[in-house]
């Protein structure tokens, strides 16, 4: 994948905004970023869309921006002018869609039909926009659609807010979803940039959707932990799951049969999704051990109180 659809998959919730004014622009995007959101698409509806993307270019260099609700090939040059990494359009227009192919664009244009989807893959692009995404059949139409595309990507938006964000990123096809719930066009009249950088930080903790896995606990020795996880079972009635480096008891505890990383033991934390987690606690300066990298788990370099620190994903 592309490195910017790379980073879009891994922000994975990208604020849609239609500014009223160029003076919104830079204290949006530091509210954003600030709340882990480093990425917006700037809609193409209002006339300073083109240069709010020019001045968070220079003065909100993390962001990621995009240019939506692109209808045009002009529309399209001076998105790519002021600065936008990638292209949006609610529909699917061949020619506007090729011409920024051609431009060295990134393009999203928007499909609602298996046909629409299948001619833009076929003209080179890497991520569809599913539009408008609940009022087309939203995850469960694409699940059918996906049976059959099993390549495609999308972003999907509208619709799409808070309570159902993890119904849409659940499913391994969908990469990112666009929306307006952390930004509404109210709160950004009235300034309300604190308020913004909240619903953005509760995104975030809501679609990694961190939670405590299990607990690894270090043996000396395989009898140590054969004893441990007996001990467990016998007092709580969990189930005694042996294993090849280690024994559960239940799925809360495991035994393991010779020391491991951390000096008592591990603590696994499980989320959403391991990439987009090691992106935004990347952010944060978490640093990982690289060579623990598994395709759904990952150590933290470190440890806490003894005990080192490890993803895993649900």
Known sequence: MNDVLKRVSDIGIIPVIAFNSVDEAVPLCKALVDGGLPAAEVTFRTACAEDCIKMINKEVPEMLLGAGTVLTTDQADRAMAAGAKFIVAPGYDPKVTQHVIDRGGLMMPGTATAGEMQQ????????????????NGGVAMLKNIGAALKTAKWMCTGGVNAKNVN???GYDQI????????????MIKAGKWEEITAICKEAVKTMLGF????????CDNEVE????????????GFDYKPGNSSIFAGSAVECMKAPYLGKNGHIA?????????????GRQGVEFDESTRKPKAIYLKGEVGGFAIHLVQK
């Open 269 to 281: 934390i499980g989320t959403n999704n391991l990439d987009r987690a090691i992106y935004h606690l």
């Open 120 to 135: 833009a893959m076929n003209q080179g692009c890497e991520i569809l926009k599913f539009f408008p995404a609940e009022a």
């Open 211 to 218: 939670s405590l896995a299990h607990v690894g606990i270090n």
């Open 167 to 169: 119904d849409y990123l």
């Open 225 to 236: 932990a054969q004893r441990a996880a007996k001990t467990l079972c016998a007092f709580f």
């Open 175 to 186: 990469v990112a979803v666009g929306g307006t719930w952390m930004c509404k066009s109210d």
